[in-house]
Nanobody, 127 residues
């Protein structure tokens, strides 16, 4: 089973948008995390791949959208209305277990409830 692989990061101005992609298959729960310089990694969005239910940290709710394309074995994170504080390395994460613990840990720095991780992709938001 291949590790998740992210793509799609970049630099954007305040208020702009980006879409991140993560190729992975065979997982029941997947999510996106981010880690800003000097801070702990925290979860921002989770998707239960079995039913498609989605969950978000309060800091990104209403601005970010997590989704999946079964046919392409790809998960996405659409980042809208970006702010300077969204600048971070964004990581795709995946696990074969249920999402309950991951959902509870959303927005909690340093709590990493996934077994498999991508290499990360940089998102930089400038004013």
């Amino acid at each position: 089973q291949a590790q998740p692989v992210e793509s799609g990061g970049g630099s954007v101005q305040v208020g702009g948008s980006l879409r991140l992609s993560c190729v992975a298959s065979g997982y029941d729960c997947m999510g996106w995390f981010r880690q800003a310089p000097g801070k702990e990694r925290e979860g921002v969005a989770v998707i239960d791949t079995r039913g498609g239910s989605t969950y978000y940290a309060d800091s990104v709710k209403g601005r970010f959208t997590i989704s999946q394309d079964y046919a392409k074995n790809t998960m996405y994170l659409l980042l809208n209305s970006l702010k300077p504080e969204d600048t971070a390395v964004y990581y795709c994460a995946a696990d074969r277990g249920a999402c309950m613990a991951a959902i509870k840990a959303l927005g909690v720095p340093g709590v990493l409830e996934f077994n498999d991780w991508g290499q990360g992709t940089q998102v930089t938001v400038s004013s």
